[in-house]
């Protein structure tokens, strides 16, 4: 593996992909996301991928390095190697040398943390609840001031970004000049499919899963039980089926997440709990224990018949982007999903599957039923996920991405919000924070100067004496 300092230089844009997650037989969404970020760009620039967590992947076409969590030192190797550096999630404050980079900045807001927050951590005391969500939303409105180009997901998300943008003055004349639709600054580049076929390489569900048959129906929920889904629905439908259907089987994927970070989910103990209750543990309902490989993923989506996800209505759903839904794809799955978010859209509008009113059980278990009892209704739903799965394709959905480390450039603002207190809001907050004295004076005097130097110190000053003044 050549070091940071060794790579000569060249004349493709060198892009450095940021990712917290680690890079190995079993990966979740981002570290999925940033390796076929790289495969995408490979052919067009040189890339690295660097990990604060474990990389035991290797790749002809790109670098993978493994950076220890706060080693700056470190970092600043491969933030001096890069033209552009695309963030995911904590990278700003894990390193705080990629927070201060001058280098052009694109940041990948596929997932909406902060709404998922609201949600992971409800279930805890409340002081514990707020302090994450403010951290993940301080975090995001950082990258949000800072980023030269973002990336979402969906119509909806770009919808969410632009508020977000617009309210920390990222929406402002030197923007709008450039564009006054925006697409510069905020491009929709989904999660994405392989070009490549699904193809079985073993059984994996019937006739391998101990109560699964050869000859069953078989529901796949193909990700990890967290706590903005509702698995709880689902299973209760699968017990209004038992009875008259007991061939028909339900099978999560991951019930435990392969990385220590991700915290025990309360809706997976749920989820557990209530099959269980209703007596289809086992029988009808499965859960597999581990996580599987992201390779033998495709042994267990062509073992299944249909993909389910169910969620309740929340902010989190009607921003989200589920990206199992794309295995299901992949694999020629039709989906039943509950309504309300992104691909309830697509599935209704595509008749690629079924959608049904969130926590609504009667209603699951019948559009199951028909799907799976009904020929002429499967072969449709499987002949509209023929047709729609070929927009999801990465060379497509990464598209933006690509032409933008092609050309980089700058955001036109950049300089405005360097000017701003919008770009240091979470230190300027902090003052703020403090009692009056000669210590939050001279915090506020280190922040003028490093804003804007004696000129804005003399500037304050002069405001603070006029208001002292008209106090009197």
């Not at 939303?137 to 969906?154: G, H, I, K, P, Y």
């Not at 709880?232 to 439908?237: S, Y």
């Not at 703020?432 to 004696?454: E, F, K, Q, S, T």
Request: with cysteine; glycine share 6%; hydrophobic share 45%.
């Amino acid at each position: 593996m050549i070091h940071a300092d060794e790579t000569p230089r060249t004349a493709r844009t060198r892009v450095l992909l940021i990712t917290g997650d680690p890079i190995r037989s079993r990966m979740a969404g981002p570290a999925i996301r940033v390796w076929n970020m790289a495969e995408q760009l490979a052919p067009f620039c040189d890339v690295r991928i660097v990990s604060w967590k474990r990389i035991e992947r290797t790749s002809d076409r790109f670098g993978l390095h493994h950076v220890p969590e706060y080693d700056d030192t470190a970092m600043a190797a491969h933030e001096k190697w890069a033209d552009v550096i695309v963030v995911q999630g904590m990278s700003f404050r894990i390193f705080p040398v990629i927070a201060r980079t001058e280098k052009i900045v694109v940041a990948d807001l596929y997932d909406p943390f902060q709404l998922e927050q609201l949600e992971q951590n409800k279930h805890e005391e409340r002081p514990v609840w707020e302090e994450e969500v403010w951290k993940a939303v301080s975090l995001l409105n950082q990258q949000l001031a800072r980023a030269d180009f973002f990336l979402c997901a969906t119509d909806r998300q770009r919808d969410l970004w632009l508020g977000n943008l617009s309210a920390l003055g990222r929406l402002n004349p030197a923007t709008y000049a450039s564009d006054p639709n925006f697409d510069r600054l905020l491009a929709i580049a989904p999660f994405g499919l392989p070009a490549e076929p699904a193809v079985r390489t073993r059984a994996a569900i019937k006739g391998v899963v101990p109560g699964i048959a050869a000859d069953d129906k078989v529901l796949i929920w193909g990700g990890g039980i967290y706590n903005w889904f509702d698995p709880v629905t689902l299973i209760e439908a699968m017990a209004i089926l038992a009875p008259s259907r007991p061939d028909i089987k339900l099978f999560f994927l991951s019930t435990a997440h392969f990385n220590p970070d991700v915290p025990e989910m309360k809706v997976a103990t749920d989820a557990i709990a209530r099959a269980r209750e209703l007596g289809v543990y086992g029988t009808n309902v499965f859960f597999n224990d581990g996580w599987v490989e992201y390779d033998d993923r495709v042994n267990y989506l062509l073992d299944a018949d249909l993909g389910v996800s169910t969620h309740p209505i929340h902010a989190e759903t009607r921003f989200s982007f589920r990206t199992r839904i794309l295995d299901y794809l992949w694999a020629g799955l039709p989906v039943v999903s509950s309504d309300g978010d992104a691909f309830a859209d697509l599935v209704r509008s595509t008749g690629c599957g079924r959608v049904v009113a969130p926590q609504d059980a009667a209603a699951l278990a019948a559009a199951v039923r028909e799907l799976l009892d009904d020929a002429d209704s499967l072969d449709v739903a499987r002949r509209a996920v023929a047709e729609i799965r070929e927009q999801f394709r990465w060379e497509r959905t990464l598209a933006p991405l690509v032409e933008f480390c092609r050309n980089p450039a700058v955001a036109p603002d950049r300089g405005t919000m360097r000017r701003s207190p919008i770009a240091d809001r979470g230190g300027f907050e902090r003052i703020l924070a403090m009692p009056r004295g000669r210590r939050r004076d001279l915090a506020l005097l280190v922040h003028y100067l490093r804003r804007g130097g004696l000129a804005l110190v003399r500037e304050k000053l002069a405001e603070r004496r006029a208001r002292v003044t008209s106090d009197d």
